[in-house]
């Protein structure tokens, strides 16, 4: 029962604390804003170890994180492994592969009246196609190591890009189109110097949304085969064993890929669209 009050106490703490933080003078820091998260994650982290412990939560229904990370730091090698089986090579070429053609499909798309109204919304009907039919599908057709996986996720980001990537495109205004042709600009010139610049949230927004699909596609994947490795299999196999901290082990290396991808593509974009009043202040 004491380690139920000390989580009790701890989540008064942690709320008092970001409290203050979040409505005090320096709440619109960077610091600030780094630290109220933070505090916030460590703070359920610790009430999860505490009612773990206090409850005799069994290990095969809620490990603590204290047994995860002793999984975590154990497995190292394994994870690695999974990370690059499943990550590096399934996510990432997929996530490259789906993004650009989805990129150059939209040009044509929006130089083709025919191609707005006959693709996307075939695109939106094979977009809401569930991943645990297409999965096993293309699984069949690519085999069984990481190019199906690779499959997986064009299929899963392709349209979700092209669909933000063609709404960017048609973002500009007749007034600027216009005056682009009074200049006489052609229409690669218009693209490059005013309608890909206007585009450029609607892209970056498609890029990040995309980041949590591929890993989402990457790993569900693996569930319908895979070689020995990967961190789909790993899940599947240990979830068969009981061995849920070898489960969790695996998501927290998902969690913190999707993090640094997505933060990734974030930084990225405000680095190219620091002019967007989006990434003011």
Known sequence: MIFVLFAILLWALGWWLNSRLANGPQADTSAVRLLVPVIFGLTIVGIWELLVRGLEVPLVILPAPSVIAERFVNSVPILWADFVQTILKGALSGYVIGCAAAFLTAIAVDRSEFLRLGLLPVGNFVAALPIVGTAPI????????????????????????????????????????????????????????????????????????????????????????????????????????LALDMVWAEIVVAALAGTLFYGLMAAIERAVTFWHPSQRG
């Open 138 to 241: 293309l699984v069949m057709w690519f085999g069984f190591d990481w190019q199906s996986k690779a499959a997986v996720v064009v299929v899963m980001v392709f349209f979700p890009m092209l669909v933000n990537t063609v709404a960017g495109l048609r973002e500009t205004t007749a007034m600027q189109r216009d005056l682009m042709e009074t200049y006489a600009a052609s229409y690669w010139q218009s693209f490059f110097k005013l309608r890909l610049p206007a585009a450029m949230p609607f892209i970056f927004n498609g890029l990040k949304i995309s980041t949590t699909l591929a890993l989402i596609g990457a790993i569900v994947a693996e569930f319908f085969g895979s070689p020995t490795v990967g961190m789909g299999f790993r899940i599947s196999t240990s979830v068969g064993q």
